[in-house]
């Protein structure tokens, strides 16, 4: 019996073309519907983009599993903030719409946004960002890699039963591959969704193997409202995360 044996290597094709970055990394199959409708729509693309000469750039250079604060600039032709700019995110994976997801970004200022990003599985994804002004919009794309999220965090309050106006012991605990991480920085925001009840972020400090500490109260909300928040950000070798735990009050 002969084997019929065929190895095909795909060695680093990187192709770039204004705001779009394409990586390909195996063929699964699937082939490319009505690809000469497609090919117009292209071209009026790239020829929309050639005229308004927008672009947008993505500050963030690494990602990994789970949230991410993305930090998105939308340039004009001469390279400016682009003025009374609007910008929806989405990402997706490649065949297969099963984890498309839309995120709303929050305006910083003129042509800076900010959104946060969760990225349930690691790998490739792609970045679509639809910006529009004056009555214009441009799709960009952007492919960007995830890498598997090696830190946990566990949030924790103590006493239980939770009741504002007390002493309470927020604590994170953070650990890397099972290790206990005692170099980060942790930061803690206690926020009620849909009402401002001032800036609440009680001081953590490392207290033993990956357990970090501080002492806060919650305030009493005036509407009787009991569910909170708690914004937790680790940051360590110039990388942060954040990780959202909803709790309530009694």
Not at 194 to 200: A, H, P, Q, T, Y
Request: with cysteine; charged share 25%.
């Amino acid at each position: 019996m002969k084997t019929l044996i065929i190895i095909v290597s795909i060695i680093g094709v990187a192709a770039v073309a204004g705001s779009i970055v394409v990586g390909v990394k195996s063929f699964d199959g699937i082939v490319t519907e009505h690809p000469y409708e497609k090919g117009l729509a292209w071209d009026e693309i790239r020829n929309k983009e050639k005229e308004l000469g927008w672009s947008v750039d993505i500050e963030n250079t690494e990602f990994v599993m789970g949230d991410n604060e993305v930090s998105i600039s939308v340039l004009d032709k001469s390279g400016r903030r682009l003025t009374g700019s609007l910008i929806n995110v989405m990402i997706c994976r490649q065949a297969t719409t099963a984890y498309d997801k839309r995120f709303d970004p929050i305006k910083v200022e003129e042509g800076t946004f900010r959104a946060k990003v969760n990225f349930p599985l690691y790998g490739y994804w792609d970045m679509a960002m639809d910006v529009s002004s004056g009555g214009e919009t441009l799709l960009f794309k952007k492919r960007v890699f995830v890498d598997k999220k090696d830190i946990d965090v566990v949030f924790d309050i103590n006493p239980k039963p939770v009741y504002p106006m007390n002493e309470l012991v927020f604590s994170v605990t953070v650990t890397e591959n099972g290790s206990p991480v005692t170099d980060a920085s942790v930061n803690v925001d206690l926020t009620m969704p849909g009402m401002f009840m001032g800036i609440n972020r009680p001081v953590l400090k490392h207290i033993k193997d990956g357990r970090y500490e501080g002492q806060g109260i919650l305030p009493k909300c005036p509407h009787g409202g009991k569910k909170w928040m708690a914004e937790v950000t680790i940051t360590r070798h110039n990388r942060t995360s954040s990780v959202s735990y909803p709790f309530e009050v009694e």
